[in-house]
Each structure stands twice: as structure tokens, then as C-alpha cells.
């Protein structure tokens, strides 16, 4: 989940994240060009990466009321670097059921 780090609400699920930004399915209506301070939850719960990111396009999906936001992430520090490699690696290993 990715959540906004202000008001601590829910912005939207995941749909993807690389070094350069990530893919959002929100239900909010994005503008491109806003920024917004976010972070990223993992299955229990805990902060996986956070920082901030620029909204560059916003697209409805096929479900009603719900959009695709391609946001790109904005300068980051050496600890924010370390937090979002850590999430790609763990996006790269296989899930064990």
C-alpha cells in the first residue's frame, strides 16, 4: 500500500517501483505535476520506503473511479537510496508459499 506520509491515509496499491518512480492504482484523481510526500507499506504493516515523488501522468483505469498515477521520485538521500534497493530486491526474489 502507499500512503500519504502527512495525513497518514491511503493513496493507492503499488502496481510497480524502479530507481526512477513508480506505478500507483489510486482512486484519487491525480495532478500531474503535484508532489507528494509518501511512503510505502509492506504485508505487515511497517514503512518499506518513503520519500517524495512528482505525479508526471495520471490515466483512468477500466474500473470506475480508479486511475493508474506514473509518479517519479524526487531527490533522495543516501538511506532512502539503501531502503528503496532493498524493496527492488525483494520485489526480484520469488515468493515462497
Known sequence: MVQDSVH?????????VSVGG???ISEHLGTAGA?????????KGNTAFS???RCIW????RRQGQFWLGMSF??????????????????LRPHKN
Request: aromatic content about 6%; glycine content about 6%; some cysteine.
Open 8 to 16: 497518514r491515509q491511503p493513496f493507492g496499491v503499488l502496481g510497480n
Open 22 to 24: 513508480m506505478l500507483v
Open 35 to 43: 508532489i507528494h510526500q509518501f511512503e510505502t507499506l509492506d504485508r
Open 51 to 53: 520519500g517524495f515523488a
Open 58 to 61: 495520471c490515466a483512468p483505469t
Open 74 to 91: 524526487l531527490h533522495m538521500s543516501a538511506a532512502q537510496r539503501r531502503q528503496l534497493a532493498k524493496v527492488l530486491a525483494q520485489t
